[in-house]
């Protein structure tokens, strides 16, 4: 990293340390871990973008698919749910495995001419025939407990370990779709992985069976002490009291909030060794090469097409591993909440701000971005207000500048993302040619 960019990161910290010291430490503690959960977000972007120049615009879909994994993997089995329409669904699954295998089998055997026609029907066809196990299933689910239940649940595991298998739903995701659409171009290709990601938030919102759609899925298991436990130790209590701290709800919030830290800055330290190891590889520079002239490394000898795949497949795996960590830091899936302005836009203008193709720069796109994002609606409430001290306190103009100051994010993240394609098009931490 440069002097520069240490620069950077210094003043970041001392807005963070700020942050801690004029607002609450409690505040300052949560806009880091949600930094760091931002930070791998980025990262998985600039390994498709800055190293293959990949335009993901699906980033929401793939950190949906981690966040439905953390929730799979934690939630115990609802055994009424699985008694009542468990079965069905297993069946529906076989008979849509069993479809696509025919469907494949069909498409080896008749005529060039004919597969298209073939595999239309055969689609028709199987998609009636699994509705008759599915849809009774899944009535038959959602009639159980609706107002606490009304789904399968999940496999009662460890959360920690759907980190691990977040990654890696979201990287059999991403083969499945690179293998359809990595073909495109790049402006093509951008506009379908943003159609599938909204296809993917689509099914998680409406499959009440599978994650309660709408009504979400609360309560989930946190890998921190349970706040009682700490409520009552005398231990904590002592600790407490030693650092002047009289509040001990406060405290309690501060210390969970202390150790998502730690456990994300873990993650992250991993994932950016890694990403740099790669960087610097040959396969790297193979990658770097591609993304710069695709026809120039084709004409090498190099499968733009199979490289591309690899790089889609490692980026969305690492923001399916960040999508798990925030539902864990939530604890609780809300499928309405993932918006493309805030996992796909805000990603990849931290991309930007930071610098594609660098990760020292990603990770600063993703501090600098999160901590502005946050921060904007208070100081828009702070500077509205002031400037219209001069107005009296019900005049119809003070109140509704005070009311949109909310949008002041928007403006800001507009303004931001316009003055770094202005002034600093590599963004503040450039790539080292």
Sequence with gaps: MTSRGALYFAIMAAALLATGIFQSWNVAFGIIGMCL?????ALGLNIQWGYGGLLNFGVMGFTALGAVTAMLVSVPPVTEAWEAGGAGIMLSLALLVATVVVILVARRMVPAHLRTPVTVVLVILGFFFIRVFYVPATERIEAVNPAETGFLGGFGLPILLSWVLGGLVAAG??????KVALGLRA?????????????????????????RGVRNVTDLPRPVPPEMELWVAEWFVSIATFFGSDDTRAAIALAMKSIFI??????????????????KSPWGRMMRAIRDNRDAAAAMGKDVTSRHLQVFVLGCAVVGVAGAMLTTLDGQLTPTTYIP???TFLIWVMVILGGSGNNWGAILGGFIIWFVWVQAEPFGHWFIG????????????????????????????????????????????????
């Design 262 to 279: 730690v456990l994300f800055l873990i993650v992250l330290v991993v994932i950016f060794w890694f990403s740099q190891r790669a960087l």
């Design 341 to 343: 302005l805030r996992y």
């Design 37 to 41: 959960i931002s930070a791998i977000m």
């Design 386 to 433: 002031n400037v219209t001290l001069v107005m009296g306190e019900d005049h119809w103009l003070r109140e509704h500048m005070i009311s949109g100051a909310v949008y002041m994010r928007y403006v800001l993240m507009g303004v931001i993302l316009l003055t770094v394609m202005r002034f600093a098009p590599r963004g503040l931490i450039p790539e080292r040619s």
């Design 173 to 178: 995701a991403a083969w499945l779709i690179g």
């Design 187 to 211: 402006d093509y290709l951008a506009i379908a992985t943003l159609g599938i990601s909204e296809i993917i938030i689509a099914i998680i919102k409406y499959e009440d069976w599978m994650t």
